[in-house]
């Protein structure tokens, strides 16, 4: 190994966040190495968020085409898989191949090396046989990695993950998939709206635990219209495959099968060989504790899924602006997670900001919710199928303002907007009640809930 060489910031890892941190420092005129041991550009568009709702889109657009027969004549839609595999395939990841984002990220003037990353010191990362100091700090961005927990028989099988998930060229005829969250409910509408008999396996007692109760409804009903066939409050605990398909044996002792298996049971940050330790950072958590300005330990930052404050890609973007401004002392503000918003995409969309009703009861705050029905809306009635929803705002009512909404429906994540920034500004509800909201629109369904807490 030859003497260590100095720049100015080691990103480790560029995905979401490290590809938008390290690109947007060398662009400033530091030197930056940026380190990455798979894909630049990360989870997000080879195996997350672009090809999923490009599978969405599809889905979709085949459900649409049924409702014709409701709205305006007649249609014969036959679903073909193969259009959205290649447009996954040439589109969205170009067959898996990151030649677009690794020069992104070298156009910005940012020295690109391939490999795993190990801390080794304070400021000094390796990678293969080479050596790095940081003189400013290493931004650690290393994202996570699917869950696989020691489920019996279920090592050495060939489940999938997301990651196997995105790259099927042929549908199976049958999938039974472990995890009701956003990923397991996205997966399983667009497979079985493309006919793959899917059966869903959620611990808890409803699929999509983390939202409002309203809004698992929603999307439950939606799911059993899709044939999606629910089972909640069991958990997978036996998996056999023989070959042809898997037999999984769920905690009340029955069982259920598919051709293939699916893995959703969440995501971990993979923190135990990156070598944190060596830079003063405690590595014993899930998760990098960070501070406002996402400062890890000394000249250690992290941004991302890998800090656990929520694992979506605006989160990493939105980090990573803060770690930029911190590292070229720029100020502004630090993080404020009050009005992080979520979308799952499966038609209908649950859109959520900031609390549940169940989360501010919990930390004790004085309660008031208000809940309106989508599909009772004027617009909701006009738009006849699909038309399933709900809006559920959360009121401090000692404050006056509104700590969290839920807008499930046919475009729930759009109108959530509306309620986040209402959430992120401290709206006064009173304002919220005597707004304007134009008619005959999805959000106007928003002053419905508000007029719901009086
Ligand atoms: C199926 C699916 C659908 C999703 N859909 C959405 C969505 O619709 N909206 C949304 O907001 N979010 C979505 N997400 C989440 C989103 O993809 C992540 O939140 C986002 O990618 C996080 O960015 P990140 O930079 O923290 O990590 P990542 O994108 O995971 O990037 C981390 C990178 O670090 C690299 N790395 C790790 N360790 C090392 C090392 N030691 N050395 C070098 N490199 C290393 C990895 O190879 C990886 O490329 C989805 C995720 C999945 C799985
Ligand atoms: N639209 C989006 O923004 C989007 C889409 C997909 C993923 N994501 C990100 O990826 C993250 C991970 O998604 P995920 O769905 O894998 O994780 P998750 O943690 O949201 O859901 C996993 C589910 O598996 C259940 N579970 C755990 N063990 C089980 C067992 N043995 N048997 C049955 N059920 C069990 C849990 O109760 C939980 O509901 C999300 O939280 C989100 O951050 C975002």
């Not at 046989?129 to 290393?142: H, K, N, Q, Y």
């Not at 793959?196 to 808890?204: K, R, S, Y």
């Not at 006009?382 to 038309?387: A, K, L, Q, S």
């Not at 303002?401 to 006064?428: F, N, R």
Request: aromatic content about 6%.
């Amino acid at each position: 190994m030859g003497q260590p060489e100095q720049v100015d910031v080691v990103v480790v890892g560029l995905g979401v966040g490290g590809e938008e941190a390290g690109g947007r420092l060398a662009a400033a005129g530091l030197s930056v190495v940026g380190i990455e041991s798979r894909l630049v550009g990360g989870e997000c568009p080879y195996y997350g968020c672009i090809p999923t709702k490009m599978m969405i889109r599809a889905g979709n657009a085949l459900v649409e085409a049924r409702r014709v027969a409701q709205l305006a004549g007649r249609s014969t839609v036959t679903a073909d898989w193969a259009p959205v595999a290649k447009r996954i395939r040439e589109e969205a990841t170009d067959t898996w191949n990151d030649k677009v984002a690794v020069d992104r990220f070298t156009g910005k003037g940012g020295r690109f090396e391939r490999g795993r990353a190990q801390i080794v010191g304070p400021g000094r990362v390796r990678v293969g046989s080479t050596e790095f100091v940081a003189r400013r700090g290493i931004v650690v961005a290393t994202g996570t990695a699917p869950v696989v927990p020691p489920i019996e028989g279920l090592a050495g099988t060939p489940f999938w993950t997301n990651r196997e998930a995105i790259e099927v060229e042929q549908l199976p005829p049958s999938l039974v998939i472990l995890g009701g969250g956003a990923i397991g409910v996205e997966f399983a509408q667009v497979f079985a709206r493309f006919g793959v008999q899917v059966t869903l396996v959620e611990g808890a007692d409803r699929v999509l635990a983390a939202e409002e109760p309203e809004a698992s409804e929603v999307v439950a009903t939606a799911l059993r219209a899709d044939n999606v066939e629910i089972h909640t409050g069991v958990r997978a605990e036996r998996v056999r495959y023989d070959g042809a398909g898997f037999v999984v044996g769920l905690s009340d002792g029955s069982e259920v099968s598919g051709v293939k298996l699916l893995v959703a049971l969440g995501r971990r940050a993979e923190l135990g060989e990156l070598g944190l330790e060596e830079a003063g950072v405690d590595a014993s958590g899930r998760f990098i504790e960070v501070d406002d300005r996402l400062r890890a330990g000394e000249n250690v930052w992290a941004i991302g899924d890998v800090t656990g404050k929520g694992g979506f890609t605006h989160m990493a973007m939105y980090q990573a602006d803060i770690v930029v401004r911190d590292i070229l002392g720029q100020g502004g503000p630090g993080a404020d997670y009050r009005a992080l918003p979520r979308v799952t995409f499966t038609d209908p969309e649950v859109g959520a900001v900031g609390l549940t009703e169940r989360q501010a009861r919990d930390r004790g705050l004085n309660v008031r919710v208000g809940v309106t029905d989508v599909s009772a809306s004027s617009r909701g009635y006009i738009h006849g199928p699909g038309n399933a929803g709900v809006i559920k705002v959360v009121e401090d009512v000692d404050r006056g303002v509104l700590v969290g909404a839920t807008s499930a429906g046919v475009t729930g994540g759009e109108v959530l907007s509306g309620l986040a920034v209402a959430v992120h500004g401290e709206v006064p509800v009173q304002r919220l009640r005597h707004m304007i909201y134009a008619y005959p629109t999805f959000h106007r369904a928003i002053h419905e809930a508000v007029k719901a807490l009086d």
